[in-house]
């Protein structure tokens, strides 16, 4: 006999609507209760309708998005690029937002996985190998974005981080300087310890010495970025550029050298990555690595439709280039 939502209400002490709610992804749901629901979900092997109009060979002609933050452009591109993909193909897009908490990226990935989507495009850091092979087991296919993962069956859209790290690096030293500082972004990401690789590599390949001091952690966090630019600027040899390890950061480290009365690029330079449209608005525009976020978001869909139609994709792994955005924010040093 096939569980019911009735039977995991009774099991979990809640109305069937709280279950509805919950399966559904809707809001008005106590975390505590959700995660109980869940629990319970998996304990008794539910699934829902969705589940069962796949297994009739229908479709929801739903694909599904975790990712992060909305609130970051960077992010916000990706969704825009999956968003338009999805719709020339007659797919709508269920978006979570995991705020980088691991257990919400489970949390997600398990909801999507019963049958509430057609496929899934996945930007999350926490999700390991054990869970991702339980993950191919079940009917929804999936793409990750920006994990490196080693594992051969796995399909991911990469961005090449290390490439942005040196590319950046590279082009202030061209410009003639010499103390370049980097505050790097989150140590959980990927991309950022990549980042941070490029950046030393290019200090070393141009025989220049890595000075710990002006390495910052800014988590990504624009305000991070301010504080960290106003301690840079403080030490008793400043650096005359800083690189941010993305445009949120960077555009901290501006208003950081505005508030100190330091002319940007005549005095620092400052160099970011993303290319978010914020960047273009700063005083001066921001000088940044564009990484092609909108095109990840349409690659994400593209092999999740070849997968969804039993076509395999050439790549399982597909690096994309980023490039140099010259605006107002760099300049030669003096």
């Excluded at 749901?29 to 297994?55: C, F, H, Q």
């Excluded at 310890?193 to 200090?203: H, N, P, S, T």
């Excluded at 008793?236 to 690189?243: G, K, L, R």
């Excluded at 564009?290 to 076509?311: F, H, T, W, Y």
């Amino acid at each position: 006999m096939s569980v019911t939502i009735k039977d995991i209400a009774q099991k979990a002490g809640v109305s069937k609507a709280t279950v509805s709610y919950v399966i559904n992804n809707k809001q008005g749901v106590g975390e505590d209760t959700r995660k109980k629901v869940l629990k319970i979900v998996d304990e008794l092997n539910y699934r829902p309708n969705t589940s069962a109009r796949n297994l009739a060979g229908k479709k929801t002609k739903m694909l599904g998005l975790i990712i992060p933050d909305i609130t970051d452009m960077f992010y916000a591109d990706i969704i825009s690029g999956v968003e338009y993909a999805a719709n020339d193909f007659d797919y709508t897009l269920n978006l979570g937002t995991t705020h980088g908490e691991a257990e919400r990226e489970r949390l997600l990935a398990d909801y999507f996985s019963r049958g509430q989507v057609d496929g899934i495009i996945l930007m999350t850091y926490h999700l390991d190998i054990d869970y991702i092979k339980q993950l191919k087991k079940r009917k929804s296919p999936f793409v990750f974005i920006g994990n490196p993962i080693e594992e051969q069956s796995i399909y991911t859209i990469l961005v090449d981080n290390y490439e942005a790290g040196y590319k950046g690096t590279e082009y202030l030293i061209k410009l003639g300087h010499k103390n370049i500082a980097f505050i790097e972004g989150s140590s959980e990401s990927w991309d950022a310890e990549e980042r941070l690789k490029g950046y030393k590599d290019a200090i070393q390949d141009y025989s220049l010495s890595i000075n710990d001091i002006y390495i910052k952690n800014g988590e990504f966090i624009k305000e991070r970025g301010y504080d960290l630019t106003i301690e840079l600027l403080n030490l008793n040899n400043p650096p005359s550029a800083v690189f941010a390890a993305n445009d949120r950061m960077a555009i901290g480290a501006c208003n950081a050298a505005h508030d100190l009365g330091v002319n940007v690029p005549d005095e620092l330079s400052i160099l970011g990555v993303d290319d978010i449209e914020a960047g273009m608005h700063v005083v001066p525009p921001l000088t940044t690595i564009k990484q092609p976020s909108r095109q990840m978001g349409k690659k994400a869909v593209e092999i999740l439709l070849q997968l969804l139609n039993d076509r395999a994709p050439k790549k399982r792994k597909i690096m994309l280039s980023t490039e140099l955005v010259e605006r107002k924010t760099c300049a030669s040093y003096k």
